[in-house]
């Protein structure tokens, strides 16, 4: 059966919208994710040093933190409560610059900050293998998302 030029149209239209929500889905879930990963990526210059969580409300954790290098002490800094785990625990921070945020490094915090990547990956690798049909490519992408998230857990 030969298929009509308008058939083939929607076809590529379908593929061509396909590929639109995985491009919106890829960047948004690495701009999500370098707005946290940049201050561990590109830490020269920012003060470093380690923060113990003394309290812990809904959204963030807080406590002192103490420079390793040059820098000033402070008596209290926060950090979203998802990457702290305990009062009493220790872990290494950067500070944002021109606040009192700090984000957490070292390993832990560098997967913490691709979490939305891992996310995005996930949800792609779905678009990719049921609505583009290209099935492996999708596998990759969804089993990468979701190798990403359980080494996060598994950090943390």
């Known amino acids: ?50 923060m113990t969580v003394t309290g812990c409300g809904a959204d963030v954790c807080t406590g002192p933190f103490v420079p390793s290098g040059e820098g000033a002490a402070r008596s209290r800094v926060t ?22 945020e700090v984000v957490r490094t070292g390993t832990p915090g560098f997967l913490h900050a691709w979490v939305p990547l891992g996310g995005a990956l996930l949800l792609a690798g779905l678009v990719i293998g049921g609505g583009l049909r290209l099935s492996r490519i999708g596998w990759c992408a969804g089993i990468a998302g979701a190798a990403l998230l359980v080494a996060t857990f598994f950090a943390l």
Request: proline letters at 3%; glycine letters at 10%.
């Open 79 to 100: 950090v979203g409560s998802s990457v702290a785990a305990r009062r009493g625990d220790r872990f290494p921070v950067v500070v944002k610059p021109g606040t009192d």
């Open 1 to 50: 059966m030969k298929r009509s030029s308008s058939h083939r149209a929607l076809v590529y239209a379908r593929s061509a919208a396909l590929g639109c929500v995985v491009l919106l889905l890829l960047v948004a879930g690495a701009l999500s994710s370098w707005d946290q990963a940049h201050h561990i990526i590109l830490d020269k210059g920012r003060e470093r040093g380690t």
